[in-house]
């Protein structure tokens, strides 16, 4: 059984930072990545960041390059997810999610993660 748990949200003001967590259990030998997603009031799910299992490669949407950053903790089995210079367009609920077997179709297609999160909400406010 795999399970991940997200951890960290809450509401910060504009300009401020914040780090989630994902927490993964289970059976995770045959993962191939992890990523994060998010989904604001009114809007389709939307890619924000990805890691490789192995660690060498990180990838992010063109939104947040430069203010997140995704990354593990071998030891703690946990990913996470810092944000800076949070802006109110960051407001939605963020999810971890994971990918067993390769990625076919690309790192930003939530299609491509079998696994998920129940998700923590972030508020930006002014």
């Known amino acids: 059984q795999v399970m991940l748990v997200e951890s960290g949200g809450g509401l910060v003001q504009a300009g401020g930072s914040l780090r989630l967590s994902c927490t993964v259990s289970g059976r995770t030998f045959s993962f191939y990545a992890v990523g994060w997603f998010r989904q604001a009031p009114g809007k389709e799910r939307e890619f924000v960041a990805a890691l490789s299992w192995n660690g060498f490669n990180t990838y992010y949407a063109d939104s947040v390059k430069g203010r997140f950053t995704i990354s593990r903790d071998n030891a703690k089995n946990t990913v996470y997810l810092q944000i800076n210079s949070l802006e109110f367009e960051d407001t939605a609920v963020y999810y971890c999610?994971?990918?067993?077997?390769?990625?076919?179709?690309?790192?930003?297609?939530?299609?491509?993660?079998?696994?998920w999160g129940q998700g923590t909400q972030v508020t930006v406010s002014s």
């Open positions: 999610a994971a990918r067993g077997g390769s990625i076919y179709r690309g790192y930003r297609d939530y299609n491509e993660y079998n696994y």
